[in-house]
């Protein structure tokens, strides 16, 4: 089963701020990754799929990169519904599909 | 628009069984694999199982392999997990999600529905 790990568990920042998530995992996933939002009581939203494509309807601020094992989201300047848990995922192994353990984003 | 709404949750005592349920509308649900997705405090969001499109392809989980049964009604838009032999580790809020694109089941899940909670407790 391919582990997933994300760093750093919490960032803190501020409106107007950039935002890096990193994502790695224990054995290549080549670009079958995957980043998702989640607001509090809500369900997560697919943002990013294939490591760097925009899902329909997400903005452009949001941005994903990487292959392999190491994967970065980065939001360019965060807007206050940004603040939120993102989680990556992979697919290239499955089953299971996995998830990371998440990062929460708050606000400084 | 794309709706999933998900019933059936509960609480139900270890060894007993549920069934969960996931109307589906806004799309074409028999072009489309179907996942539950659970999610704990402790362990975060742990793919449950998925369906092909057609029904003719299960895959699980190995912590509910021989006990979850996945499966769907095309002709009602609605997808079922059986839970059989239910733990206290299955608690968890309950998912339905849908696959990103038509056909093969890719592993991506762009649309989720609220979530349904299942509790397990004597």
């Known amino acids: 089963e391919i582990v997933l790990t994300q760093s750093p568990a919490t960032l803190s920042l501020s409106p107007g701020e950039r935002a890096t998530l990193s994502c790695r995992a224990s054995?290549?996933?080549?670009?079958?990754l995957a980043w998702y939002q989640q607001k509090p009581g809500q369900a997560p939203r697919l943002l990013i799929y294939?490591?760097?494509n925009r899902a329909t309807g997400i903005p452009a601020r949001f941005s994903g990169s990487g292959s392999g094992t190491d994967f970065t989201l980065t939001i360019s300047s965060l807007e206050p519904e940004d603040f939120a848990v993102y989680y990556c995922?992979?697919?290239?192994?499955?089953?299971?599909?996995?998830f990371g353990p998440g990062t929460k984003v708050d606000i400084k | 628009q794309v709706q999933l709404v998900e019933s059936g949750g509960g609480v139900v005592q270890p060894g007993r069984s549920l069934r969960l349920s996931c109307a589906a509308s806004?799309?074409?649900?028999?072009?489309?694999?179907m996942h539950w997705v659970r999610q704990t405090p402790g362990k975060g969001l742990e793919w449950v199982a998925v369906i092909s499109y057609d029904g003719r392809n299960e895959y699980y989980a190995d912590s509910v392999k021989g006990r979850f049964t996945i499966s769907r009604d095309n002709s009602k838009n609605t997808l079922f997990l059986q839970m059989n032999s239910l733990r206290t580790e299955d608690t968890a809020v309950y998912f339905c999600?849908?696959?990103?694109?038509?056909?093969?089941?890719?592993?991506?899940?762009?649309?989720w529905g609220q979530g349904t909670l299942v509790t397990v407790s004597s």
């Open positions: 054995q290549s996933v080549s670009s079958y």
């Open positions: 995922q992979q697919r290239s192994d499955w089953p299971p599909f996995t």
């Open positions: 294939d490591a760097s």
């Open positions: 806004g799309f074409t649900f028999s072009s489309h694999g």
């Open positions: 999600a849908k696959e990103s694109r038509l056909g093969a089941v890719t592993g991506y899940f762009d649309y």
